[in-house]
């Protein structure tokens, strides 16, 4: 269990590690205000602070050596305007929450990562993902912002401002999130559905058609070898998607439910074997009343052009071997492209290269370098709440729009009050 604090406002106690217990906070104090007037009063005084969603980031995107602000405490109010097709909620709220209130109104998102426990603010501050190569990024929903600003103010922010695509992904360094406005649709239906054996060769004689194949679709292999193990294909009822070639692709449909990660419980993982049920019950890969264990893992992620698919695939199995035993699962998911400054798939559809390792820094790093190495030529872009060694100058080069979202950074905290380490590192004053 990790470590507490007590926070001095209202006597909680904080967890003082990350999720995956990788990373212990420095921080000197931990709020945990209760309203939003609280907030703006913390962080009007705070001459450093920065916000803490669920924790899922596994590195110091969210650490600092000042004040952590808990968004935990924060009202969830859930807003639903069916003539707009929007619902705004507090920033805190999970989206495993979110999705069952919309799923009891008739409303859904659009898609949904593969844990339904993460924050709301935290996933679209890093642009966070599901699936689906017709699917924006989780941070692409956002329609409206409410953000508390280094001075204690509350702003509310839309898309009819021109840096509201700078402002989304905005990794902590623009304000603190109080609500989200978020894009909805009627509720839908997902049948999953679950194949074994994908070969190497097979992946790349039908790359395209297997990606289109569902509306969201995710592979895994554990890299022992080039093959694919597990294809988790995510069909809507009301639409009309590509069939499954199971004979043509050499695909067997596995008898009975599976995990990503073999000999782990499939009970954690929703429902599978063609049974239809609701969009939140079977987009995410884990159930919401399942708790992942802290301190089993470590994580990184790198998405590359979607055109480069499978060259960036057979680059990663060039060092297998090297992968293999430091790894649980790595999963390749296809994303669609956006307008975000900052998101991962910024003018580009993209393909996510997801590796799940085991819970060992000095074993893994290595082995992340030699991953980044591997894809350097097809211009990877790492998640921004997972590991990667990438550096500033390299990545810059990645982004139309870096120099902009610094610049931005600059005008709406002119003292630095949300900066910390990692963005100085990335966008130096």
């Known amino acids: 269990m990790a470590d507490a604090v007590t926070n001095e406002a209202t006597d909680v ?59 935990a405490g924060l009202p969830t109010e859930v807003v639903v305007d069916p003539v707009a097709s929007t619902v705004t909620a507090g920033g805190g709220i999970r989206y495993g929450e979110l999705a069952e209130h919309l799923h009891t109104r008739g409303y859904a998102l659009h898609n949904l990562a593969s844990l339904p426990h993460i924050s709301v603010a935290g996933a679209c501050a890093t642009a966070t993902h599901g699936s689906g190569q017709g699917n924006g990024n989780l941070a692409t929903a956002v329609r409206g912002i409410e953000l508390v600003t280094a001075a204690g103010d509350l702003v509310a922010l839309d898309r009819s ?3 509201f695509a700078g402002v989304v ?48 679709v995710s592979l895994f292999t554990d890299w022992t070898s080039p093959d694919i193990d597990q294809v988790w294909v995510k069909r809507r ?41 609701p969009w939140h019950t079977r987009l995410p890969h884990f159930r919401l009343d399942f708790t992942p264990s802290s301190g089993a893992e470590l994580q990184s992620e790198y998405l590359v052009p979607v055109a480069d698919a499978v060259a960036a695939l057979d680059a990663v199995a060039t060092i297998r071997d090297r992968i293999a035993p430091v790894l649980q699962v790595c999963e390749i998911r296809t994303v ?11 003018r580009r559809d993209g393909v996510a290269i997801h590796f799940t390792w085991t819970a060992d820094t000095a074993a893994v790093a ?43 950074l600059a005008r709406h905290d002119p003292t630095g009050v949300f900066r910390n380490d990692f963005l100085d590192r990335y966008f130096p004053r």
């Open 366 to 408: 290595p082995v992340i370098a030699a991953v980044e190495q591997a894809l350097a030529p097809f211009a990877p872009r790492p998640h921004w709440g997972k590991l990667f060694g990438i550096g500033p100058d390299e990545l810059a080069g990645r982004y139309e729009r870096w120099n902009d979202f610094a610049q931005l």
């Open 13 to 71: 106690a904080v967890p003082v590690t990350n999720w995956a217990g990788n990373v212990t906070f420095a921080a000197r104090h931990i709020h945990r205000p209760t309203s939003v007037d609280e907030l703006r009063r913390i962080v009007g005084a705070a001459t450093r602070i920065r916000a803490l969603g669920t924790g899922h980031s596994f590195n110091r995107l969210a650490d600092t050596d000042a004040e952590l602000v808990s968004l």
């Open 169 to 216: 992904v905005g990794l902590g360094g623009l304000g603190v999130v109080t609500s989200v406005t978020l894009a909805i649709e009627p509720t839908f239906e997902i049948a999953q559905y679950v194949y074994q054996g994908l070969s190497r060769d097979a992946l790349a004689d039908n790359w395209a058609r297997i990606a289109a194949s569902g509306y969201s």
């Open 336 to 346: 669609a492209a956006d307008e975000l400054w900052l998101s991962m798939n910024h």
């Open 237 to 277: 009822i009301d639409r009309d998607h590509p069939p499954v070639d199971a004979d043509g692709w050499g695909l067997t449909a596995a008898d009975g439910p599976r995990h990503p990660v073999p000999g782990m419980p499939v009970e954690n993982c929703t429902s599978q074997l063609g049974v239809a049920g």
């Open 161 to 163: 401002d021109p840096d």
